[in-house]
């Protein structure tokens, strides 16, 4: 979702929201849906409504193009599924939207203790022999029957057709939840990232590189509800070449997350230009000129926070010093979600978010960033000086409008 259309996006949110809105829902004996249930959500006192309503919006999108319909059941989603609905295809992305907790593929039937036990019957039938734990859950209590009862019924079917039964050692669990109207039963549920729905936070430049931390850095923000706007900075003579490289794949990876991007290309020959005299001091230079970039892109976007991939100590350059001293002068808050980790923390999570093997691939990066034995000690006062001396801001300027805006 991008900021500039984020006023129709949550007009649109909310008519398809209310128009999908059901308390009651029919469903045939044995239909499969998928209900999406979001956690932390439910923490958020009045803005509770603004946060489910955003998700709703973010979930209808991504299932553009899939065999289902989202519609909003009590505290819960229920995506119902076509007949051509592509299982895989709906899960993976179900496990790239921030906000859901879990999910779980369920059967649906009307909620008396014979139609449970017919279709538990049924779902056992159909799953290998295990270790299986037994839960069940009913929300609504004017039943004449109790969850200890279905659980109990469900437990001895389970143990007469040769599943090992145990509460406490198990590898799968069968699930049945009972509500007014219906009864959902499930084998197990997939546990996704949680946080809060993309664009419940406002809009975040991204200073993104070609390694391994700013894309991780970038999936934190999305995490927290950030609507990215990504700045890359590059070394290649056009923008072609820099849309051909491997940023575009990494971003194509990272807008699974947000259902699409928007990225700066930034040229470097200009800083590089300016920058030839300042010896040491051009990698922290650089960092100067990265923030002061994204702060101008920033104020055009509407944009209120940078995120870089930093870590404290990680190397020379990320000294307290060199991060006080390239922060200097940048109004709007900088953050660094990677401030606390280690490198192999931040490769583990690379690998899980999917960018690790594209963040390694060789790449052209930008002259400046290898310069010799930068500066571990910067102090603001001389690199205040150093940024007169090359007319950094002049650099700024003309940059910006050697920039180019990809939408992915
Ligand atoms: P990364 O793996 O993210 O490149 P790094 O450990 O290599 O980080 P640096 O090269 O010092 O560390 O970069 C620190 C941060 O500065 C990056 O995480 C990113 O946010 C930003 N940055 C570095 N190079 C670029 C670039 N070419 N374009 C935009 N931002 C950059
Ligand atoms: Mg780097």
Not at 50 to 68: P, Q, T
Not at 123 to 133: A, F, N, R
Not at 284 to 305: D, P, R, T
């Amino acid at each position: 979702m991008h900021r500039n259309n984020s006023v129709i996006w949550m007009h649109y949110d909310y008519i398809l929201f209310w128009a999908n809105r059901k308390e009651a829902m029919e469903f045939s004996h044995g239909e499969k849906v998928i209900i999406i249930h979001f956690g932390e959500l439910w923490l958020r006192g009045r803005n509770r409504n603004m946060y489910i309503k955003a998700l709703f919006g973010n979930i209808s999108r991504a299932m553009v193009g899939e065999d289902a319909r989202l519609e909003k059941m009590y505290d819960r989603f229920v995506l119902r599924l076509g007949r051509k609905a592509d299982l895989g295809s709906i899960g993976d992305k179900l496990d790239h939207t921030f906000g859901i907790s879990n999910y779980e593929i369920t059967y649906a039937s009307s909620n008396s203790m014979d139609a449970i036990e017919k279709l538990a019957g049924k779902v056992l039938s159909e799953t290998e022999k295990c270790s299986l734990k037994v839960s069940a859950h009913r929300s609504f209590k004017e039943l004449p029957f109790d969850s200890a009862e279905v659980s109990s019924r469900i437990f001895a079917l389970a143990k007469k057709m040769g599943f090992t039964m145990s509460n406490k050692e198990f590898s799968r669990e069968i699930r049945i939840n009972i509500t007014k109207d219906n009864s959902f039963i499930s084998m197990d549920r997939k546990r996704t990232h949680g946080g809060l729905p993309v664009g419940t936070s406002g809009t975040g430049i991204i200073l993104l590189s070609g390694g391994i931390d700013s894309p991780v850095a970038a999936w934190y923000a999305m995490k927290r509800g950030v609507s990215p706007i990504y700045v890359h900075i590059h070394g290649y003579s056009n923008l072609e070449e820099a849309r051909n490289s491997k940023i575009t794949m990494i971003l194509k990876e990272l807008s699974k997350y947000s259902h699409g991007s928007v990225v700066y290309f930034v040229p470097s020959h200009i800083f590089e230009m300016s920058a030839m005299s300042s010896g040491k001091y051009e990698l922290v230079l650089l960092k100067s000129f990265m923030l002061a970039v994204a702060q101008k892109i920033a104020k055009k976007e509407g944009a209120n926070m940078i995120f870089t991939g930093e870590s404290l100590g990680q190397v020379a350059s990320q000294t307290p010093s060199n991060i006080a001293a390239e922060s200097y002068g940048i109004k709007i808050p900088i953050l660094r979600p990677l401030i606390g980790f280690d490198k192999q923390e931040i490769i583990s999570l690379a690998r899980r978010i999917g960018t690790y093997e594209m963040s390694i691939l060789p790449y052209k990066d930008v002259c400046s960033i290898n310069a010799r034995n930068p500066k571990t000690h910067t102090e603001i006062e001389r690199l205040r000086r150093i940024k007169k001396e090359v007319k950094l801001g002049v650099a700024v300027t003309r940059t910006l409008k050697a920039s180019a805006k990809v939408e992915l």
